[in-house]
């Protein structure tokens, strides 16, 4: 008999195996023995009291085996198939389109302006040690796309959208840890996800697909609306018909190139802020109410935070307990921030975007760029905190307190953000709007959070990339653009996802519109 369960238990309770079986046992009033496995469904942390306690949803086998079932893919062998889709960009909508195109028979042919995820390695440590960027090879460039090397969260809410069960057992069948299908928050780690996209690499290339590294698109061919081919690289002409754009919010050579064709673009409203970094023991005691000695089955502690100012909200984006604040900037002359944690989440600092919305109303300066004012107006930003911290890729930096007061940090903590940081004044570099906003939402945060509210911890600017500046409009059923035949628009890039997850989803369902003519789910 299977049974299904809901039950609240403290942290070694779920983690103890002899612990759990007592408990699941008494709380359905069982003896021990008669109970042969207990499969954990669904896992979340409720720490809204003392003690701390998981939330889990479980399934109990009583008297009666469980048999493991391994999730399968129809991956098929494509090498000689005539049906074929061109894919630009190896981020998660890529991939996970190769995948997808893989099960249905069609031949997936990926060009990567970056290089492969082992080699993409040697850039970042350059960036980081020297400030030298690589303007094809860097944090949001290569294969795996920006999440590659910037945490790999896969919460998503876009589960309206399509199987998010299905991507995450895809990832789970490429190497990562299973405990991603339980967690309310699963996260894979930089450390881990190197891995896994290889992995994902060999699957698409031993089935017959292709995947061609440090092959920038530069072209498009169009003939009466439809399109006909690319260019790479300036000298290599590909012919297809059907061409998937999965090119990642940070590939301003493509809306650019698109501006250029008079392919139709749309300004898309985006979020603008800092990242800040606390110590990880102090957000350990915030939300845990512990002495900053959480406990061994406790994970580092997260946050998350919003708050309504007087005409915008400001919140909390990307948070990242234990982890390191990463130089994200994808040319030279500019500085961006993120964030990432390693699968145990074990550095010593937390670090989160606090970030604000970015309308049109706010840019008019930038009005005559049309679709392409919020890139113009990302690129001022970065281009300023670049020159004011000392033209490297250090970062200026500011006290929160001193931030929100207005007075200039006298000196500053070593922070994770590797490359260094300048004291400056961010309301010299961060636009009035912004600056109103992210005063207002800290001051709101001192009471939301209390402790949070610190001159400990650290605004690093600018936090830019947070999405995509612009839409490129594509049909909501055929998911073709809405003048170009044959041009798919999807991803992060093309506006139409947030995170790795529903990037993902979006690549999946582009191929399944492609092949049948609407998504299956």
């Known amino acids: 008999m299977k049974k299904e369960i809901q039950i609240s238990l403290l942290p070694e309770q779920v983690f103890l195996e002899e612990e759990l079986l007592k408990s699941v ?14 499969e954990i469904i669904k896992r979340s942390i409720d720490a809204r009291r003392t003690p701390i306690n998981y939330q889990l949803k479980a399934h109990v086998y009583v008297d009666e085996d469980f048999t493991e079932v391994e999730n399968t893919f ?44 082992r080699t993409r390695r040697k850039d970042l440590a350059i960036i980081n040690k020297e400030g030298v960027v690589n303007p094809e090879s860097n944090y949001c460039y290569g294969e795996g796309g920006a999440g590659t090397y910037s945490d790999g969260k ?3 809410r876009s589960k309206k959208r399509g199987n998010v069960k299905r991507v995450l057992e895809a990832l789970v069948y490429h190497g990562a840890d299973k405990n991603i299908l339980v967690d309310a928050h699963p996260h894979i780690g930089t450390n881990k996800l190197p891995q896994l996209i290889a992995s994902i690499r060999e699957q698409i290339i031993s089935c017959g697909g292709e995947i061609h590294f440090d092959s920038k698109m530069t072209d498009i061919a169009i003939e009466s609306g439809k399109v006909k081919g690319i260019v790479i690289n300036d000298n290599l002409n590909v012919s297809c018909e059907k061409l998937i754009l999965a090119t990642g919010h940070s590939a301003r050579d493509i809306y650019f190139l698109l501006d250029k064709k008079g392919i139709k673009q749309e300004y898309k409203s985006f979020a603008m802020g800092v990242r800040v970094e606390h110590s990880q023991i102090l957000i350990d005691k915030l939300q845990y109410k512990c002495n900053g000695v959480r406990g061994e089955y406790l994970p580092p502690a997260s946050y998350s935070l919003v708050e309504q100012t007087e005409d915008r909200g400001v919140y909390s984006f990307c948070m990242c307990p234990g982890g390191v604040i990463a130089p994200c900037a994808t040319s030279e002359g500019e500085v961006v921030t993120n964030g990432w944690s390693p699968s145990k989440r074990n550095n010593p600092f937390s670090n989160s975007g606090i970030v604000t919305e970015v309308r049109w109303d706010d840019i008019s300066e930038f009005h005559s760029y049309g679709p392409l004012a919020g890139v113009y107006f990302q690129k001022r930003v970065e281009e300023k905190c670049w020159e004011i911290a000392g033209q490297g890729q250090k970062v200026p930096a500011q006290r929160m307190i001193d931030f929100v007061e207005g007075v200039k940090s006298e000196d500053l903590p070593k922070t994770s953000y590797y490359p260094g940081i300048t004291s400056v004044q961010l309301s010299d570099v961060l636009p009035k709007f912004i600056t109103k906003a992210l005063k207002e939402g800290f001051k709101a945060f001192k009471s939301k959070m209390k402790g949070y509210y610190t001159n400990e911890a650290v605004l690093h600017a600018v936090e830019s990339r947070t999405s995509s500046p612009v839409r490129i409009p594509r049909d909501k059923e055929s998911f073709e653009h809405v003048e170009v035949k044959g041009l798919y628009p999807i991803g992060e890039g093309a506006g139409y996802a947030g995170g790795i997850v529903s990037a993902a989803i979006d690549g999946q369902r582009c191929i399944e519109v492609i092949v049948n003519g609407k998504a299956l789910d």
């Open 25 to 38: 046992s008494l709380f359905l009033k069982l003896e021990k023995e008669r109970i042969n496995h207990i």
């Open 74 to 117: 129809n991956y098929q062998n494509v090498e000689n198939s005539s049906d074929f889709v061109v894919i630009i960009g190896s981020g998660p909508a890529g991939l996970f389109a190769a995948l997808q195109a893989l099960e249905f028979g069609v031949k997936p042919i990926i060009f990567e302006r970056g290089k492969d995820v």
């Open 154 to 156: 896969l919460y998503t």
